[in-house]
């Protein structure tokens, strides 16, 4: 009984959302692409003047802008490796017989749950510092010397706390699917004589790769954005070892307070968020029809 | 089908399974053990695990040195707040895109949707600036107003996967049955749709909490929540591995705690709906 | 109470005349049963005789009333879903009880109504369960038992048994027949299966397209249908149906024969023909015979019969039987 009626209601119900969120994309982005064509700084009120294309010839000409944007592609590349294979191992791990499964796999999942500072800090502090940390414990009770992981090997260090944060999104996401995959076509595959290799490569992986594709996208939205690990752990330091675009963005604005800059690449991150952000989106319309 | 396993297949899994789940696990472990040693212990050489005067000090130092549960209140109000306010704007919304569809419906969805693709920095400047010019920097409902923001597009989606699995036959016996929409709501769809929506409650709370680019650089001490807090420890005068510990193990239980209870709907809500 | 009457009543999604003007009359105390294909358009009557979905033309009275535009609780009809549809958050209890409670009547009587229905139904064990608790079968009853509590002037069934299993469906099947013997009020009955039609109706509604193709009790769609289609949907094995010589012979384009109306001989008959496939079935036989010059012919035999593939066998259609069709496909 779609009326007229009901759907004037229906229209009526939604505003509220779609009012909000539309002021929410629109007001931030347009006010910073305003002042990403703005000679603005804070430490100079009042001196804002025009500048065209001046921010972005600047931003994108800055050496620190393709250290950055090599660290953003290293830093999420290398989380989504280690989680997505992790996962994937994680997942066929989970999904055998065993005893304890239920408290395995809350085990698993639980460093999603931990706030991001809370795990920077822990791992900063309690395993990678050089002296106190339980990584230097264990390379002095081998006898090696121990390693300032967050000095020597910043960036692997950061791959390596994140990674550690979303490997168990991956692990959960990819055991839901693995778990939804029809019994019965395992046992066929194994009736025409497939061996636990092949039936992981040619049932178990096809079955996954939307699942896959899912984690892959989604965790790429978030790593883009990484901020608070870095900004505990190492402020983006040694030098710009550590800085990828949401760092440098926010270093230019609220610590070197220059507006215009750091507005010119904020519009440079949603440009690269969109990219991804095209294919996610039409991987999940596709799921809308099913 | 049940195929009889053999038990040393199962033990062997049983074991490899256990030792890298406490390896993953061992990070939280040992920062709730460290919590309850003494500040000479904590960074003690080796390090001992069980075998150390447990205490309870730290736990009582960290509230009395920092007012602990202030910034707790402020997170508790900050999740809350928002998932709350979220759902009173989002429940309509859903209700309405699950029970009458139009052809636009999935467009509006995946429109909300891309929003929640917008990178943070891309809004920073603006908002710090309103916020700053407006004196919501700082402030507790500047916060819920931004977390409510960003969690909206999650709420709605959760929403509306768990709305349309009401089928539409049972409306319709209700209707049969002479129930007023009033009624039809009251009667049929609440009951049906209170599990969904508690599961989009948990998820956001969860979700607000842990939130950790907004919090950081929209407050700075009155209105700071537990991420904010923990931040300020990163300062060399805030290394006591203990205090630390103590917490970091407060700010992560009360979520902890509420995600094992959410685990089934976490998948559904972080891939809107695309697998289940 | 309970009669229905359909006129000019059209319905169209979009572009598509799901149905293109429907004219039809259910009399008070009637079974009716709506057959046909999927896709026929005999779910969307229903909806349209329940109220829910609205016409797009047309007039739908009940009792004498002009129901086109009443909201379908005020229509006085109880309808039992496919899915059955039933409230999984509520007791059977309290499934039973929801449309009394929402007419307003006081506790004492609900109790007494549930209490009699679920008598009726055989659910009285059963009262404080949780739908998801309960068999398929016994989920069917509660929503059977939902729908007579509120005495409406009429029953309308949609495809109610097609969840059910080949066993249970016989029993429901029966179960309703009986129902409906007791209660004596309207029943609207949408079905694909043509078995099912035949055993329950009183009048059966053959539907295609959206168009009723013809009307009438069981025996008469069986004796005399009124075109092809209904010959070929009615009856099973279905009937056989020729074209070529022999139908021209006839005086027809098509002439139809039905299996069961068809002599076998081992020994001399009007068709000589093979054995394709014998299917025993105890009680008869169904035999696929090629007859050259005729083409495939289905014949339903007495049972036991030592006849299998291969054999030669006579078959001689029963003249007096023989339906003609034109070449609009009408009967003759």
Known sequence: MATLHTRSHARLMMAPSVLLLLGWMIVPLAMTIYFSFLRYNLLMPGMEEYAGLMNYRFFLTDPAFFTALANTLILTGGVLLITVIGGILMALLLDQPMFGQGIVRILVIAPFFVMPTVSALVWKNMFMNPVNGLFAALAKSVGLAPLDWLAEVPLLSIILIVAWQWLPFATLILLTALQSLDEEQKEAAEMDGAGFFSRFIYIVLPHMARAITVVILIQTIFLLSVFAEILVTTNGGPGIQTTNITYLVYAQALLQFDIGGASAGGIVAVVLANIVAFFLMRMIGKNLEA | MARKVSTARKLTFTAIAWVIALLIFFPILWTILTSFKTEAEAVASPPSFVFFDWTLENYAEVQARSDYFKHFSNSVVISLGSTLFGLLIAIPAAWAMAFSPTKKTKDVLMWMLSTKMMPPVGALIPVYLIFRDTGFLDSRSGLVFVLMLINLPIIVWMLYTYFREIPGEILEAARMDGASLAKEITHILAPMAVPGIASTVLLNIILAWNEAFWTLNLTASKAAPLTTFIASYSSPEGLFYAKLSAASTMAIAPVLILGWFSQKQLVRGLTFGAVK | ?332
């Open chain 3, 1 to 332: 109470m309970g009669s229905i009457s359909l006129k000019n009543v059209s319905k169209v999604f979009g572009e598509a005349a799901v149905i293109p003007s429907l004219d039809l009359e259910i009399n008070k105390g009637e079974f009716v049963v709506f057959v046909g294909p999927s896709g026929c358009g005999k779910s969307t009557l229903l909806r349209l005789i329940a109220g829910l979905e609205d016409v797009s033309g047309g007039q739908i009275a009940i009792d004498g009333v002009d129901a086109t535009s009443l909201p379908p609780a005020k229509r006085g009809l109880a309808m039992v879903f496919q899915s059955y549809a039933l409230y999984p958050h509520m007791s059977v209890r309290s499934n039973i009880a929801f449309p009394l409670k929402m007419a307003g009547l006081d506790k004492a009587e609900i109790d007494r109504k549930v209490t009699e229905a679920a008598k009726v139904l055989n659910l009285t064990d059963y009262l404080d369960r949780k739908p998801r608790q309960l068999s398929g079968g016994q989920r069917q009853r509660v929503a059977i038992g939902r729908a007579i509590v509120r005495q409406p002037s009429a029953f309308l069934f949609d495809e109610p048994l097609s969840n059910l299993d080949a066993a249970l469906r016989v029993n429901m099947r029966l179960e309703i027949s009986e129902l409906h013997q007791q209660l004596k009020t309207t029943m609207i009955y949408v079905t694909h299966d043509q078995v099912e039609a035949m055993t329950m109706a009183d009048k059966i509604v053959v539907l295609n397209k959206g168009r009723v193709e013809q009307v009438g009790s069981p025996l008469e769609l069986y004796r005399s249908p009124a075109n092809l289609f209904v010959a070929g949907f009615i009856g099973s094995p279905k009937m056989n149906l020729l074209t070529g010589e022999y139908a021209r012979a006839h005086g027809a384009t098509t002439v139809g024969i039905r299996p069961e109306h068809i002599t076998l001989s081992t020994t001399e008959g009007e068709w000589k023909g093979v054995v394709t496939v014998a299917e025993h079935l105890g009680s008869d036989t169904f035999l696929h015979v090629d007859v050259p010059g005729i083409g495939h012919v289905n014949a339903r035999v007495s049972g036991e019969l030592p006849v299998g593939h291969g054999d030669t066998v006579y078959l001689s259609p029963q003249r007096e039987r023989l339906h003609r069709f034109n070449d609009q496909g009408l009967a003759q």
